[in-house]
């Protein structure tokens, strides 16, 4: 019998897992709203059958993009729920939001549409999203630390903040996803989460805490909070890919166009010893990966090499 006193988020934060190119991959993001407690796969949502939550995941698949469910606890419960369709590709995002009586509702959108930047915009769903990861049913961690950050961050951020189901990286919680940006931070608790927002509200992003970016492969994610960090760009406005090439299965030359330089860097992904329990559920213990990332070239954007 587990430990009830073990806790993945704590083990991790011991061990010192690097937190670097750990987000979840997706192009943009399907949010539904639903109250009440979530199973442990987050799906399926309430009142939809079967075969049409998988068309609906089919639909999601083939356009990369990942299917959340979302509420606010301390909200008043009504007869409508909103959905949001976020894509987070491109160096501004975009964020479209509409009301559904029944999820079967849900299929009639035109996802591939609403992902376009000149797409159609119904309903308000201008400025950041905050979505903190409580699904407890997935992993004890997350509802543990994720409550304990939505608590911190409710009065501050009002009707921007979401609890949503599982995000990925159990053992990072608490987990926060920031959109339409793709953003994923991590090891965030009822303080210093408070002080992560202040930073994402003046324009900087909270590197202890960055995760990576959620469109960028995690050699890339990798690459871009190296890069940051080497130049101490900060700046919460996305840096540019300029080219991934891959030298091998573990390595990859990745050209990071930050704000003022352009870096090339090596990437290489290497697992740390020994094996360790990555989840709270996890029924064996795994390794996990982390990523070296070392500066090859480095050009100043003016024309000047350093």
Not at 111 to 123: F, I, N, Q, V, Y
Request: aromatic share 6%; proline share 7%.
């Amino acid at each position: 019998m587990a430990d009830p006193r073990w806790s993945c988020a704590a083990e991790s934060s011991l061990r010192g897992d690097p937190l670097e190119g750990t987000a979840s991959t997706a192009a943009g993001w399907l949010l539904i709203e639903q109250r009440g407690a979530w199973g442990p796969d987050g799906l399926p949502i309430a009142d939809l059958d079967a075969e049409r939550l998988a068309r609906l995941r089919a639909q999601c698949a083939a356009l990369r993009i990942r299917p959340l469910l979302v509420r606010q606890p301390w909200s008043e419960p009504t007869t409508v729920r909103r959905w949001f369709v976020v894509g987070s590709a491109g160096r501004s995002g975009s964020v479209v939001g509409g009301t559904f009586g029944h999820p079967s509702e849900l299929l009639d959108l035109d996802l591939a549409e609403l992902l376009r930047p000149d797409g159609p915009r119904p309903g308000d769903a201008s400025g950041l999203l905050y979505l903190v990861c409580t699904h407890g049913r997935h992993d004890p961690c997350c509802a543990t630390e994720g409550r304990a950050v939505v608590r911190s961050l409710r009065e501050r951020l009002g009707d921007a903040l979401w609890e949503c189901t599982h995000l990925g990286g159990d053992r990072f919680a608490g987990n926060l996803l920031l959109l339409p940006h793709g953003d994923y931070f991590g090891r965030l608790d009822g303080e210093n989460a408070v002080q992560a927002v202040a930073e994402i509200e003046a324009g900087r992003l909270p590197l202890e805490h960055f995760r990576g970016r959620a469109t960028l492969s995690p050699f890339a994610q990798a690459a871009e909070i190296g890069a940051r960090r080497q130049r101490g760009d900060a700046a919460l406005d996305p840096v540019e890919i300029a080219s991934e090439e891959e030298v091998d299965r573990a390595t990859r030359l990745i050209v990071v166009r930050l704000h003022d330089a352009e870096l090339e860097l090596r990437v290489t992904r290497w697992h740390p010893e020994p094996p360790a329990l990555l989840t709270c559920r996890a029924a064996a213990p795994k390794r996990a990966f982390a990523f070296r990332v070392e500066v090859v070239g480095e050009i100043e954007l003016d024309g000047r090499v350093p």
